[in-house]
């Protein structure tokens, strides 16, 4: 008589899961990021002739608890987005809402100048222009006609 195994029919899709987190893990080891409590805070970097200007999604914090400083060519944006009361008397059916202390650390594309920083925080969006230093400044050389 042959004994049949049964496999588990969730096997798959357990063993495609670890696959994942493994990926991931090795990513997010590669490169590290602090996202505690809060999340990975979300960001576009562009250039213009004269600036590098960072638009980063902060929703819900207060522009007094952001923090933003630039070590070499390193920018690094830290803040705590602070928990509301949580109502002890309600059920809560979805609590999605992100709360807690974060750190983005990202390389700058060319040097600039932080002395002529400027930063502005409107609707939850924060948006650092720094401008670009002289010496990496495009330079329009004129040609004279003899």
């Given at each position: ?46 250039q ?26 390193v ?56 401008p ?15």
């Amino acid at each position: 008589m042959t004994k049949i195994i049964k496999r588990d029919p969730f096997y798959d899709i357990v063993s495609a899961r670890d696959s994942m987190d493994r990926m991931l893990d090795t990513y997010f080891n590669r490169f590290p990021m602090d996202f505690e409590g809060y999340g990975i805070v979300d960001l576009d970097m562009y250039q213009t002739g004269n600036d590098v200007v960072i638009e980063a999604s902060i929703p819900g914090i207060n522009p007094d608890d952001i923090n933003i400083s630039v070590t070499g060519d390193v920018l690094t944006i830290k803040g705590e987005v602070k928990e509301e009361k949580e109502n002890k008397e309600a059920d809560y059916h979805i609590r999605e809402r992100r709360y807690g202390s974060f750190s983005r650390s990202i390389t700058l594309p060319t040097q600039v100048v932080t002395d002529k920083a400027n930063a502005e925080f409107k609707n939850g969006i924060l948006k650092l222009t720094l401008p670009k230093a002289e010496e990496v400044k495009p330079k329009t050389i004129t040609v004279k006609a003899k």
